[in-house]
């Protein structure tokens, strides 16, 4: 069985470019949440997805934006990019929602120049 | 916000000695769940905690989440080489992660 896959693997970029991270579940599942995590900290909730609506934002500021599609697929963009958006991008999907087990996939890793 | 801290932030071991790592949350969870992150790998899930006080065991591990659900364990025992990385636990599900833990086992 396929786990979470992400593309790009890695991805360079510069300042003030736009981005798009995909994201495919796992078969099955309908909650995709997105990660932001930079080198030697947790991860850091950016949104969550279940059935194509938003159930969930962390702190970020509105050059994040996701949506998901109808086969449950994900994309997360990031517009005008900074410097500090260099990161690992991880995507997580779940069978249901937030309350049961995440699946990560290897994640996007960012470099914004 | 929340804040979910983890101590240490770092632990070197010999290995064959045991590890802890506590989780403290600012606020009550309603579940706790541990994730194990190994270097250049993603988190992978290791266990969902809901019930206060609850204790569960997997093989070396063992987790505890507190009576008033704003703290959380995870213990192993007698270290191994394969135990190395970064141990995570994440309040409210998945939206708060702690800072983490990173377990060096020394040979």
């Known amino acids: 069985d396929a786990g979470v896959t992400q593309s790009p693997t890695h991805l360079i970029k510069t300042r003030g470019q736009h981005v798009t991270l995909r994201c495919s579940p796992i078969?099955?599942?309908?909650?995709v949440s997105w990660y932001q995590q930079v080198l030697g900290q947790g991860p850091q909730f950016i949104f969550q997805y279940y059935e194509k609506e938003e159930r969930g934002r962390g702190n970020f500021p509105d050059r994040f934006s996701a949506r998901q599609f109808p086969n449950y697929s994900s994309e997360l963009n990031v517009n005008a990019l900074l410097l500090g958006d260099s990161a690992l991008y991880l995507c997580a999907s779940s069978l249901q929602g937030m309350n049961t087990e995440a699946f990560f996939g290897q994640g996007t890793r960012l470099t914004v120049v | 916000g929340q804040q979910v801290m983890q101590i240490p932030q770092y632990q070197h071991v010999q290995e064959g000695e045991d590890f802890t790592t506590y989780c403290n949350s600012s606020?009550?969870?309603?579940?706790i769940q541990w994730y194990k992150q190994r270097p250049g790998g993603h988190p992978v899930f290791l266990i969902q905690?809901?019930?206060?006080?609850e204790v569960k065991k997997q093989k070396r591990l063992t987790f505890q989440f507190g009576e008033a659900k704003k703290n959380s364990s995870l213990h192993i025992t007698a270290t191994q080489t394969t135990d190395v990385g970064t141990y995570f636990c994440a309040g409210r599900s998945q939206f708060y992660f702690g800072t983490g833990t990173s377990l060096t086992v020394i040979p």
């Open positions: 905690l809901v019930k206060s006080g």
């Open positions: 606020t009550t969870l309603s579940n």
């Open positions: 078969s099955g599942h309908k909650s």
